[in-house]
């Protein structure tokens, strides 16, 4: 049984997290939420929390490692408990996957360096940090490392996954489980086509979530 | 500001609860998620559990509730303190949704009687249980309740929600910062587009799922 790792921090986004989980859950492996400490983590918005059944030093062994984004990705990035927790786990792993900004906390950890990558679309350019080649692609897998674009592409790239560990079959039966046949109301879920208005004010409203996040940890 | 409420109870499907929640938290309002006890709930695969904040006695009167499915369904929709809570809050909501086969505990409330409504493929006709005419579209309004088909289907539903309460623009805009621009592998979300091999290999999964469920509960 595949042992599927997801750590979560405080202010991890909990879509990030929980689309992967909803589908790799269902390829027959085991699904771990850890934590550094093992109880509720709070989201991004402080309105949720999900609990961390483990703490990361339980986990140093997972075959799937699936790392959320989040607000709080640049003070994560700075803790060398995560860093050395995330490098690891990469050695042993067979897949080492993020989603949304959780790129940046592969990249911190020197696991992007001289690979094609991605993130949040805000937070693209940010991959060249580390030595990582930003795409605009919404998976990018690079040997046993596949990141996803934000939030919700993490559905998409579980759903690639599946059908690596567990093939194209049991994954397309995932996917109608789970009633993946998407119909959003608009067409404006990716910077190309969304209006550049709208680009603006999701520009504006994360810096100041982000800022808000810093207040909160007093950074 | 907004109080929308999602109420979880064991065996709930994190995805149906989690896809509403990440949407509609961006929507200015705040968020809640209820339950019979307040603490951690434990998801349907046994995986993970997601925190209840308060208890279903402490939001009465929400102005929006989100109901998620589950594997425990026909459990919660014999119990009357979930149906109370249920036509309670409906009596004062501005909008009454549900996710997968959380309308069949709508159903069972009565709040679907005569309405068009949606549900997980898999229970579409139970829905006639309950007064309801079942209908194959993926996001189905009628009035004040809104019904979405399974799981992922609530990211949809949440975002026509989430225009209706915010504006086209602000849903565009929430759109965009979860990077909905689905890109899913294959083409097998639904009963019309996948393989029928398929669709009864997830009809066995679940009458499986379903009799372990109720065999945990002791029914």
Request: charged content about 25%; overall charge negative; aromatic content about 6%.
């Amino acid at each position: 049984m595949m042992d599927i790792v997801i750590p979560i921090y405080e202010d991890f986004t909990a879509l990030d997290a929980i689309g992967p989980y909803e589908v790799l859950s269902r390829t027959g492996g085991r699904v771990r939420f850890v934590g550094r400490e093992a109880g509720p983590v709070r989201t991004d918005n402080g309105m949720l929390s999900v609990v961390a059944e483990a703490t990361l030093e339980e986990a140093t062994a997972p075959d799937i490692v699936v790392v959320p984004g989040g607000v709080s990705t640049r003070t994560v990035a700075e803790d060398p408990v995560w860093l050395e927790w995330l490098r690891t786990v990469h050695a042993t792993s067979t897949w080492t996957t993020s989603v949304c900004t959780g790129s940046l906390l592969l990249g911190a950890a020197g696991i992007l360096d001289g690979l094609q990558a991605t993130s949040h679309w805000l937070h693209l350019e940010t991959l060249r940090r580390y030595g990582a080649e930003p795409t605009g692609r919404r998976v990018v897998e690079q040997g046993k490392v596949i990141t996803a674009a934000g939030v919700s592409a993490g559905i998409d790239m579980a759903l690639t996954l599946a059908a690596r560990i567990a093939g194209d079959d049991a994954a397309r039966a995932i996917q109608l489980g789970i009633e993946y046949d998407p119909q959003p109301p608009f067409d404006a879920g990716s910077v190309e086509k969304a209006d550049p208005r709208l680009v603006e004010a999701i520009r504006a409203a994360v810096a100041e979530r982000e800022a808000r996040s810093r207040q909160r940890a007093g950074v």
